[in-house]
């Protein structure tokens, strides 16, 4: 574990930053009550900040801290159906090739980079496979587009 202090470059708030590389975190960013982006975190351990400012009184931090919280992007594809959609959506965008496969990591990489996880992308593939938009290869390497899938973009 490491633990330093922040300050924002914007307004001057302070922040303890804990940082813990045994576990992995999620994707998304930590934002200052005055909306400056502190960071942004790619998943690969879980970094909690907490508002301490000894020049704000309780009042203050209380407030700051109940702003900055809110700031927290909520996970977007936490519903399967959500992700089910977008991981469509993606799938549609890719061209297809040898009689149209679709190879799961160029679902699974735009799903990741939107700020999907690895869990929320194998409930939704299983959501969207469930509803006959792609079918999936026994292999699991590649999908390929129904009729309904297409249908859904068109
Ligand atoms: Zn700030």
Not at 138 to 147: A, H, I, N, R
């Amino acid at each position: 574990m490491r633990k330093n202090d922040i300050s924002c470059p914007e307004c001057g708030a302070g922040f303890r930053r804990l940082e813990l590389h045994s576990a992995r975190g999620e994707r998304g960013e930590y934002h200052c009550a005055c909306g400056h982006v502190l960071e942004v975190f790619d998943g690969s351990k879980v970094v909690v900040y907490r508002f301490d400012s000894p020049t704000f009184d309780s009042s203050v931090k209380r407030l700051m801290l109940a702003t900055t919280m809110k700031f927290f992007e909520p996970r977007r594809f936490a519903d399967p159906d959500l992700a089910a959609r977008k991981l469509t959506e993606n799938a549609n965008g890719i061209e297809a090739i040898q009689d149209g496969r679709i190879y799961i990591e160029r679902v699974n990489d735009p799903f990741l980079a939107a700020g999907g996880s690895g869990n929320e992308f194998r409930a939704g593939i299983a959501r969207a496979i469930a509803q006959g938009w792609p079918w999936r290869h026994e292999s699991g390497t590649y999908v390929k587009f129904t009729d309904s899938g297409a249908a859904l973009f068109a």
